[in-house]
């Protein structure tokens, strides 16, 4: 199974900054690569597919980048509701598998 | 507006199956665009993949649950299923089911249903 690899584990920052979210793969997977928002109790949601496609309702703060093994997840303007974890998946090959998520806090 | 709800019990005894019940409303479980799925998160293993199910019947698992997990679909009431045979404390988690929409070469998984702990203990 491809294994996926989150950086950071935890990142702290104030509303209206810009963060960036890693996600370095063991195997290159072209752009098959979703990004998902958890907020505290609730089930995933899906941000971002095809390495950087906003899905349908998803604000333009949110954005996506990278190919191969290594990518990236940009939100520029954090508001309240973005203080969540995140979390990327690859769907290149199976099984399916995501990253351990990256908690971003209210510093 | 798609939806979609689990349901089953939340205690499992070891050694049991576990049978869970996702319910689709607004979209047709019928739809050949969409494979319905399985998802578990724990704090040990984070989010992981359990499998999908297509309404041709095809379905695909994970290898390291394969030999314990059957999948099935139930036109009539628009809903799907998970079986989990011999369960230990390690399937402990919360159970999402969700929509993996397929617009080749791409996939995503939209919506997610709100989950259900299950917890295996006896």
């Given amino acids: ?107 | 507006q798609v939806r979609l709800q689990e349901s089953g019990p939340g205690l499992v005894k070891p050694s049991q199956t576990l049978s869970l019940t996702c319910l689709v409303s607004g979209d047709s479980i019928n739809n050949g665009n969409y494979y319905w799925t399985w998802i578990r998160q724990s704090a040990g293993k984070g989010l992981e993949w359990i499998g999908r199910i297509h309404i041709s019947g095809s379905t695909t698992y994970n290898p390291s649950l394969k030999s314990r997990v059957t999948m099935s679909l139930d036109t009539s009431k628009n809903q799907f299923s998970l079986k989990m045979s011999s369960v230990t404390a390690a399937d402990t988690a919360v159970y999402y089911c969700a929509r993996d929409t397929v617009v080749l070469p791409h996939n995503w998984l939209d919506p997610w249903g709100q989950g259900t702990l299950v917890t295996v203990s006896s």
């Fill in chain 1, 1 to 107: 199974a491809i294994s996926m690899t989150q950086s950071p584990s935890l990142l702290s920052a104030s509303t209206g900054d810009k963060v960036t979210i890693s996600c370095r793969l063991s195997q290159g997977i072209s752009n098959y690569l979703a990004w998902y928002r958890q907020k505290p109790g609730k089930a995933p949601e899906l941000l971002i597919y095809a390495t950087s496609t906003l899905q349908s309702g998803v604000p333009s703060r949110f954005t996506g980048s990278g190919s191969g093994t290594d990518f990236t997840l940009t939100i520029s303007g954090l508001q309240s509701e973005d203080f969540a974890t995140y979390f990327c998946q690859q769907y290149f090959s199976f099984p399916w598998t995501f990253g351990q998520g990256t908690k971003v806090e209210i510093k």
